[in-house]
Nanobody, 125 residues
Framework: QVQLVESGGGLVQAGASLRLSCAAS????????MGWFRQAPGKEREFVAH????????NYADSVKGRFTISRNNAKNTVYLQMNSLKPEDTAVYYC??????????????????WGQGTQVTVYS
């Protein structure tokens, strides 16, 4: 079992940056592949990025590639999402997720067992 708590959301102007954090407690953090998802109003939750527990490899949605960076600090039991050059279409509730999986598809909601409560990111033009 792992508990996840996100922080760092806020209201920013287009072009600004934000860094989201997700603090994990429970079982060994390094045992989990960590992901970020987001859900905009009226839309389905979508994959943003993940970082693999096995080798630290990362994967991003095309919509954020080159602007967002996922990283983790296993000593602090925390995963981060650095978001640069934010756009109004990035407005959403951002969720942190965890899975013990490390192979195959890791960009789907069904791949993850544990979820945080979400943090709101609002980008205005």
């Amino acid at each position: 079992q792992v508990q996840l708590v996100e922080s760092g959301g806020g209201l920013v102007q287009a072009g600004a940056s934000l860094r989201l954090s997700c603090a994990a407690s429970g079982r060994t953090f390094s045992s989990y592949t960590m992901g970020w998802f987001r859900q905009a109003p009226g839309k389905e939750r979508e994959f943003v990025a993940h970082i693999n527990r096995r080798d630290g490899s990362t994967n991003y949605a095309d919509s954020v590639k080159g602007r967002f960076t996922i990283s983790r600090n296993n000593a602090k039991n925390t995963v981060y999402l650095q978001m640069n050059s934010l756009k109004p279409e990035d407005t959403a509730v951002y969720y942190c997720a965890a899975t013990t999986g490390a192979w195959g598809t890791l960009d789907t909601i069904a791949s993850y067992n544990y979820w945080g409560q979400g943090t709101q990111v609002t980008v205005y033009s």
